[in-house]
């Protein structure tokens, strides 16, 4: 059974900083590209950042570029996502993802989904 557990949500200031993780279980992971995706209230869920199965490329939404940074650790079946610069609009429940598609893009071509991590950006 494939799980995605996500960690480091919270509460944080604008300007702030946060890092998410993502732990996989039920995989292989190396196997499997990985992203991250968000929800806002009464939003529609959206892309935020993906990375390859190696690390070597990863693309981001334009409204993140350059403040949030995805990364993984294979050894450790894990993925994180560090958020700087962090403004109120970034506020949403955050998603980890995995597919076996290297270069997936819509919505319906990620495999599996985490429960959810909370971040909360506000003075």
């Known amino acids: 059974q494939v799980q995605l557990v996500e960690s480091g949500g919270g509460l944080v200031q604008p300007g702030g900083s946060l890092r998410l993780s993502c732990a996989a279980s039920?995989?292989?992971?190396?196997?499997?590209?990985m992203g991250w995706f968000r929800q806002a209230p009464g939003k529609e869920r959206e892309f935020v950042a993906r990375i390859t199965r190696s690390g070597s490329f990863t693309v981001y939404a334009d409204s993140v570029k350059g403040r949030f940074t995805i990364s993984r650790d294979n050894a450790k079946a894990t993925n994180y996502l560090q958020m700087d610069s962090l403004k109120p609009e970034d506020t949403a429940v955050y998603y980890c993802?995995?597919?076996?598609?290297?270069?997936?893009?819509?919505?319906?071509?990620?495999?599996?989904w985490g429960q959810g991590a909370q971040v909360t950006v506000s003075s």
């Open positions: 039920g995989l292989t992971f190396s196997n499997y590209a």
């Open positions: 993802t995995a597919t076996p598609i290297p270069a997936a893009s819509i919505l319906s071509e990620w495999h599996y």
